[in-house]
């Protein structure tokens, strides 16, 4: 995802980055684009978008005003959960 977000110009609007970035997800998870899915397996899909939008939105920003990409730290996450 990185590589596909240092492609875009820095002047790109965020949204256009985004919707490039949503899209590009179907490289990633070929399966979801099954029309024959299960409803559980559709579930899944969509519960995948709408997790990795937060980020993917983070990243177009900071794609706008250049600013390092800051990828999160999952272990920081779980110990603050517990």
Known sequence: M????DGFPSKAHPMGVLSSL?????A???KSLDPNRSVEE???TIIRIIAK???LAAWSF??????PLVYQIITLIIVLIF
């Not at 990185?2 to 977000?5: A, D, H, M, V």
């Open 62 to 67: 900071k794609n706008r005003v250049r600013q």
């Open 2 to 5: 990185k590589s596909i977000l």
């Open 28 to 30: 990633f998870y070929p």
């Open 42 to 44: 559709i579930n899944g």
């Open 22 to 26: 949503v899209s590009s997800l179907t």
């Open 53 to 55: 939008l937060p980020t």
